[in-house]
């Protein structure tokens, strides 16, 4: 149930997206998503930043949203795939969801959208944001999509 209707522009067509879309891409995930996220993460223990790209555009939303390298590396390192897409071409997009640590029993959740094509050696960040900024968009946890709604 879209229960952050308030932002959600076609409730009724979210709510009826919404199961196909978690049965393929839990489906994605199980099959490929985690395998390419381990891999990741394994690469980066050992090479830190130096295994990705950082897009223009995540590094703008870096500064804007005073999200730090650190906040980033913990949601690499410790957080989990969510999403996991791949098309006909050989791109496949990853977005990872992760609390990170902001002060004594204060938590910030943070998503990263990691992007690698079939030409391309390493992984490059597209954009990182806080969900809470369109709540509207994902269930309480922030885990998972609830509005599919294309913003313009």
């Known amino acids: 149930m879209c229960q952050r209707q308030e932002g959600c522009k076609a409730p009724e067509r979210c709510r009826k997206v919404r199961p196909e879309f978690a049965r393929s891409n839990a489906?994605?995930?199980e099959e490929y998503g985690q395998t390419e996220y381990e891999k990741l993460r394994a690469l980066f223990a050992t090479e830190g930043f130096g295994c990705l790209r950082l897009s223009k555009?995540?590094?703008q939303r870096e500064y804007q949203k005073a999200i730090s390298e650190a906040e980033?590396?913990?949601v690499i390192l410790e957080g989990d795939p969510i999403e996991y897409y791949a098309n006909k071409?050989?791109?496949q997009k990853i977005t990872l969801w992760g609390?990170?640590?902001v002060g004594y029993a204060k938590y910030r959740t943070l998503h990263i959208i990691l992007k690698k094509r079939r030409s391309e050696e390493k992984w490059s960040v597209v954009?990182?944001?806080d969900p809470q900024s369109k709540a509207w968009q994902w269930n309480e946890n922030y885990t998972e999509r609830i509005c599919f709604c294309?913003?313009?």
Do not use: I
Request: aromatic share 10%; hydrophobic share 35%.
């Open 27 to 29: 489906q994605a995930l």
């Open 57 to 59: 555009h995540a590094l």
């Open 72 to 74: 980033l590396r913990t």
């Open 89 to 91: 071409y050989g791109t």
């Open 99 to 101: 609390n990170v640590h």
């Open 127 to 129: 954009t990182v944001y």
């Open 150 to 152: 294309r913003e313009k």
